[in-house]
């Protein structure tokens, strides 16, 4: 087994994949609202079904998260409420393994959005965070990575999976999926002892 791939190599066969889009970062005012919330189901280590929630956020949009998945004020403001729509999202992540690239940055806002709006909290079994478990491969490939790890593009790239995101713009429902696609390929080559055969 490939050590520096040990995380992906202990993962269920069937998990639960989610991604969000968002009004823009955390700041001095607090978390920001999520915009979009994709979820992908993994069953036996392929891609079952993906969902996109619409949410309408309780912050507005900025501009640069607006150029990212290019949903504006005026769509959003349309968008079903998240506790109207939490209850479906929930039934997604109750006793599953969720897998997240960037847990740090996703996950707090789920939870604040939880809180925020009185919503019964989720109970998955685990979190995942397969940007974090990707470090110790990406730095023995040299894999370009920040202080939080290697970005989902970078993984695509280096393991050669077609990219979803078309024009370059980011949406939760396809960024689940890519994610998906990103941590079968890692699982694919962690029993090897050498480097993947992916680069020409």
């Not at 069953?43 to 150029?67: C, G, T």
């Not at 707090?108 to 939880?114: D, G, S």
Request: aromatic share 8%; with cysteine; glycine share 6%.
């Amino acid at each position: 087994m490939r050590e520096s791939l040990k995380p992906f190599h202990d993962l269920p066969d069937s998990y639960i994949v989610l991604d969000t889009e968002t009004t823009g970062l955390p700041d001095e005012k607090g978390q920001p609202g999520i915009v979009t919330l994709g979820l992908t189901r993994v069953i036996d280590r392929k891609i079952h079904e993906s969902v996109e929630f619409k949410l309408k956020p309780y912050r507005p949009i900025n501009a640069e998260a607006e150029r990212v998945h290019h949903i504006s004020n005026e769509e959003a403001i349309k968008f079903p409420s998240f506790e109207k729509e939490w209850p479906n999202i929930k039934q997604w992540l109750d006793g599953q393994v969720v897998v997240i690239h960037n847990k740090g940055f996703d996950w707090p806002i789920v939870e604040f959005h939880v809180a925020h709006y009185h919503c019964s909290p989720p109970s998955p079994i685990q979190l995942f965070c397969s940007q974090k478990a990707a470090i110790p491969f990406a730095a023995e490939e040299g894999i370009p990575m920040s202080s939080r790890g290697p970005s989902l593009d970078d993984l695509t790239a280096y393991l050669k999976i077609d990219p979803l995101r078309k024009g370059g713009i980011h949406g939760a429902k396809i960024d689940s999926m890519q994610t998906a696609l990103v941590v079968e390929g890692l699982r694919k080559i962690a029993n090897s002892s050498q480097s993947p055969a992916l680069k020409s």
